[in-house]
Structures are given as C-alpha cells and as structure tokens.
T-cell receptor, first 109, second 115 residues
C-alpha cells in the first residue's frame, strides 16, 4: 500500500465548477499535511498547509480528518489557470515528506 | 540566486556510466531532500538530510544510488552503473527548520536520460 494515495484523475471540469480532491495516508504518526501544485514540466510549489480545524485560502478549502487519515481539497469557481496536478503531501514527526502521485485537473472554457 | 539550484539541468548518459547530480539549497536551510519523478508519475522520495543528523536513506531504490551533503550545504546524488529505468527528473528541495510545517522549495530538476 502506498503511503499517500490520491484520486488518480484526471478531472475535466468547466470554468466556474466546484471540484474536490481526496487523499488518504497510511502513517498514523504523520504530523503535517499540505497540498502542492505542479504545473506541466515545472517543479511543485506549496498551495496550502492543511490544519485539523480546516482552513481556507480564497477559493481553496482544505480539510483534515485524523481519525480517518483523510485529507481533502475543495476548489470553488474553477479558473482556467487552476489546471495543474495537485499533490497531497504528508510529513512525519521528523522531516520525512512523502508526496502522493497527484491528481490532474483540467479546467475548460 | 536565492532559490534552489540544480545542475546539470539535462544529462544524457549511456547505460553503465556513473552520473553525479548537484543541488545547492537555499542559504540557511537545514533540510535537503532528493526526489525522483518519472514521466507522468508522482514524486518518489529518495533521501533527506537534516542538519548534522544521519540522513534518512529509506527511499533509495538500490545500492547504486548514494548521496552526500558537504558542510551542511551542497548535496550530490550519485548513480552508479546507470540503467534505463533510472531515466527521470531528479528534484532537489530544501526547507528551513520551522517545526514540521516548513515549506519545501524545489529546484527546477535535473533531467536524466539513460540510453
């Protein structure tokens, strides 16, 4: 079993749609959680951290359920520029940081 | 520059040759990571260094792979006797010690092609 598993995608949605990505992790000792974004042939960049209480950054909302070892990302009012691969990331109590395989999103006009 | 720097950006080599990939992290960052990304795939964790602690090598796929970090700064990933399946983009990232929430900053990667 992979340490971090994500919806494989791709997700094809029209502009303005709401889309949700899910992620599960296997290490119950994991301490920190993130979503990164990777554009085609570019390096990953931090989108947002994920907190137990849930957090929002503009059109993006991230949630964490520690009991179920589940992380989600919700994107509202999708823009063409949101087209990318979204990577679920989990860090243990040290610094070991594991990336999921990513979910590809295509937003169409 | 202020970002993570990797070299070479592209490397083509013949099967069986050794290659060295270099990473220069952001100044002051104590944590340094190596990942591998094959075409269309996610990031595969290889190794990370944190300060003066022993590196976590749990992701290295075989004993042909090794990495070192000199003086707590520059790191070199070495692949001996390269195989075609080693072809991938090798990404380096660094992070400051901000508890466990520190952001990883990535370099642009070294694209390795083994013929």
């Amino acid at each position: 079993r992979k340490e971090v598993e994500q919806d494989p995608g791709p997700f094809n949605v029209p502009e303005g749609a709401t889309v949700a990505f899910n992620c599960t992790y296997s290490n119950s000792a994991s301490q920190s959680f993130f979503w990164y974004r990777q554009d085609c042939r570019k390096e990953p960049k931090l989108l947002m951290s994920v907190y137990s209480s849930g957090n929002e950054d503009g059109r993006f909302t991230a949630q964490l359920n520690r009991a179920s070892q589940y992380i989600s990302l919700l994107i509202r009012d999708s823009k063409l520029s949101d087209s990318a691969t979204y990577l679920c990331v989990v860090r243990d109590g040290g610094f070991k940081t594991i990336f999921g395989a990513g979910t590809r999103l295509f937003v169409k006009a | 520059g202020a970002g993570v720097s990797q070299s070479p950006s592209n490397k083509v080599t013949e099967k069986g040759k050794d290659v060295e990939l270099r990473c220069d992290p952001i100044s002051g960052h104590t944590a340094l990571y190596w990942y591998r990304q094959s075409l269309g795939q996610g990031l595969e964790f290889l190794i990370y260094f944190q300060g003066n602690s022993a590196p976590d090598k749990s992701g290295l796929p075989s004993d042909r792979f090794s990495a070192e970090r000199t003086g707590g700064s520059v790191s070199t990933l070495t692949i001996q006797r390269t195989q075609q399946e080693d072809s991938a983009v090798y990404l380096c990232a660094s992070s400051s010690r901000q508890g466990v929430t520190g952001e990883l900053f990535f370099g642009e990667g070294s694209r390795l092609t083994v013929l």
